[in-house]
């Protein structure tokens, strides 16, 4: 079945060592974004990817990176993770084309910071 | 930015009992979403409704656009029901409102 699929499902990092969380579709959605989501709070977009545009919140910590070199896949790069980055990452995307927009979700990867 | 609050924050059902949840939104939106995340952190779209009704088994939603506001029902509620309901608005920059944690009891 066609889905979002995000790599590893659990990931256990360092403070302060570089950690990159995957993410992959097989819907073929132009827009994908990343979203944290902390204990008992809402999922926050931090950015999404329109085609190759990449579109950043205003609020997201520069410690963030994201790369997305080709319509499959999307990486999320944490720089130096501090213990406050310990959640949940999730994984979306939409097709922009028209029509209905829904967005799909992946499972999400819960990270920890020792 | 848009602003999403979502009523009531906690519910607790008894098994069979219907509920209605609430979403209010600050601005014009062309794009509405409900979703449900499971005790496992999974987010499964229920509706894409950016205006009018619509139903999928038990569970209906209904958007009035002009009112800003989205109402999503649940039929008969289960246990297989609990969790988060979110609801989320905005076309390609998404904004969750906070959910509605639902518990259904035997």
Known sequence: ?114 | GIQVEQSPPDLILQEGANSTLRCNFSDSVNNLQWFHQNPWGQLINLFYIPSGTKQNGRLSATTVATERYSLLYISSSQTTDSGVYFCAVGYQKVTFGIGTKLQVIP
């Open chain 1, 1 to 114: 079945d066609a889905m979002v699929i995000q790599n590893p499902r659990y990931q256990v990092t360092q403070f302060g060592k570089p950690v990159t969380l995957s993410c992959s579709q097989t819907l073929n959605h132009n827009v994908m974004y990343w979203y944290q989501q902390k204990s008992s709070q809402a999922p926050k977009l931090l950015f999404h990817y329109y085609d190759k545009d990449f579109n950043n919140e205003a609020d997201t910590p520069d410690n963030f990176q994201s790369r997305r070199p080709n319509t499959s896949f999307c990486f999320l790069d944490i720089r130096s993770p501090g213990l406050g980055d310990a959640a949940m990452y999730l994984c979306a995307t939409s097709s922009m084309t028209g029509g209905e927009q829904p967005q799909h979700f992946g499972d999400g990867t819960r990270l920890s910071i020792l």
